[in-house]
């Protein structure tokens, strides 16, 4: 079956890095990949999308790369605020379905400043 | 827009009890969907539905019911309450086709269940 993982259950750093999220997925060749950030009490809110053809999508200081031979997509978010502090969550979609998504278990980014 | 709305904010049930969670869309989106989310296991699809009449099991529908008279509204019963149904629960829409990124589901702002 189709699994996916986030590698970190947490990831703490300083105001002003590169924080850098990591999702891998196992038995699916997704045509796209999702990420959205939840913060809590609330919602996941869509963030950006990226294709199986696409390398790379920015916006603003955010960026996904999909590397579909390692089956992975890395989640940046550059010149870090503690505003950006929230749990993101990658999401394929499930294989057959009417555009099912199967999300991963979050990782909780924490900002200090 | 209001976007997705979900009521209750909150509710607590006693086992056995039955009751329904509302959800509402007001983007004309065909897709539609239930997910609950427990610490450690992430968002799970219960139902969904791809237009009026139409619903389907996701990968957790034991214990609830759903129906879609209407493009608006989906809402998800709970027939006989459980404990192990304590948890939030969130719905979501999206449109079924559309130009750009036509898979970004938008999320409503969740009912937090509890069951004693």
């Known amino acids: 079956s189709q699994k996916i993982e986030q590698n970190s259950e947490a990831l703490n750093i300083q105001e002003g890095k590169t924080a850098t999220l990591t999702c891998n997925y196992t038995?699916?060749?997704?045509?796209?990949l999702q990420w959205y950030r939840q913060d809590p009490g609330r919602g996941p809110v869509f963030l950006l999308l990226i294709r199986e053809n696409e390398k790379e999508k920015r916006k603003e200081r955010l960026k996904v790369t999909f590397d579909t031979t390692l089956k992975q997509s890395l989640f940046h978010i550059t010149a870090s605020q503690p505003a950006d502090s929230a749990t993101y969550l990658c999401?394929?979609?499930?294989?057959?379905?009417?555009?099912?998504?199967?999300f991963g278990k979050g990782t909780k980014l924490s900002v200090k400043p | 827009n209001a976007g997705v709305t979900q009521t209750p904010k909150f509710q607590v049930l006693k086992t056995g009890q039955s009751m329904t969670l509302q959800c509402a869309q007001d983007m004309n989106h065909e897709y539609m969907s239930w997910y609950r989310q427990d610490p450690g296991m992430g968002l799970r699809l219960i139902h969904y539905s791809v237009g009026a009449g139409i619903t389907d099991q996701g990968e957790v529908p034991n214990g609830y019911n759903v129906s879609r008279s209407t493009t608006e509204d989906f809402p998800l019963r709970l027939l006989s309450a459980a404990p192990s149904q304590t948890s939030v629960y969130f719905c979501?829409?999206?449109?079924?086709f559309g130009a750009g990124d036509p898979y970004e589901q938008y999320f409503g702002p969740g009912t937090r269940l509890t069951v004693t």
């Open positions: 038995n699916y060749s997704p045509a796209y």
């Open positions: 979501a829409s999206r449109p079924l």
């Open positions: 999401a394929l979609e499930e294989g057959g379905s009417q555009g099912n998504l199967i």
